[in-house]
């Protein structure tokens, strides 16, 4: 059965730092989404990855593929109080999602 | 161009009654997925459709059902209502013919079940 690990599940950081979310599945798997839920919201998606070494970038946000090693990351750069969310990624056409990256931006 | 709606947006029920929620997808989208979120287990995926057919299947028991409408709006059945039932109900539509597809979500349905 296909298992998604994200870690960490909570993130506090500073603004301006840099940091990495993981995402961690199990088997084969032949996309790759990463969404974002602002509290009390509905989802935002941010990219889908489908191929080995695929890589994303939108903004602060630049989201890559390693299919080898069953790993898709979210990588946050200069992070700004605005990137403050709850961030998903989800595997494959039947939507296995990881249990969330709550992320907290403090000034 | 107008978004995905959901509706109704908030609902109240008790347990055993049924339930159906509604979701119109943006203009020209073939695909309307439904999710479920609940604290406890997190999101989970409750089936897709596309062109009136239902084209993926989450791992749900058969109280949960949907169908999707000739102009895609689509519907999604809760029949013999539970406690654990109570969840956010996220629809997200897409044009349904690429891998790449950019699902666009609803606000959702917030479902109180006492």
């Known amino acids: 059965e296909l298992k998604v690990e994200q870690n960490p599940l909570f993130l506090s950081m500073q603004e301006g730092k840099n940091y990495t979310i993981y995402c961690n599945y199990s088997t084969t798997s032949d996309r790759l989404y990463w969404y974002r839920q602002d509290p009390g919201k509905s989802l935002e998606s941010l990219f889908v990855l489908l191929s080995n070494g695929a890589v994303k970038q939108e903004g602060r946000l630049m989201a890559s593929l390693d299919t080898k090693a069953r790993l898709s990351t979210l990588h946050i750069t200069a992070a700004v109080h605005d990137l403050s969310a709850t961030y998903f990624c989800?595997?494959?056409?039947?939507?296995?999602f990881g249990a969330g990256t709550r992320l907290t931006v403090k000034p | 161009k107008a978004g995905v709606t959901q509706t109704p947006r908030y609902l109240i029920k008790t347990r055993g009654q049924q339930v159906t929620l509604s979701c119109s997808p943006i203009?020209?989208?073939?695909?309307v997925s439904w999710y479920q979120q609940t604290p406890g287990q997190g999101l989970q995926f409750l089936f897709e459709?596309?062109?009136?057919?239902q084209r993926n299947k989450g791992n749900f028991p058969g109280r949960f059902s949907g169908r999707q409408f000739s102009n895609s709006r689509s519907e999604m059945n809760v029949s013999t209502l539970e406690l654990g039932d109570s969840a956010l109900y996220l629809c997200?539509?897409?044009w349904g013919q690429g891998k790449a597809d950019t699902q666009y979500f609803g606000p959702g349905t917030r479902l109180t079940v006492l």
């Open positions: 989800a595997v494959n056409n039947d939507m296995r």
């Open positions: 459709y596309f062109s009136e057919t």
């Open positions: 203009s020209g989208h073939r695909s």
């Open positions: 997200a539509s897409s």
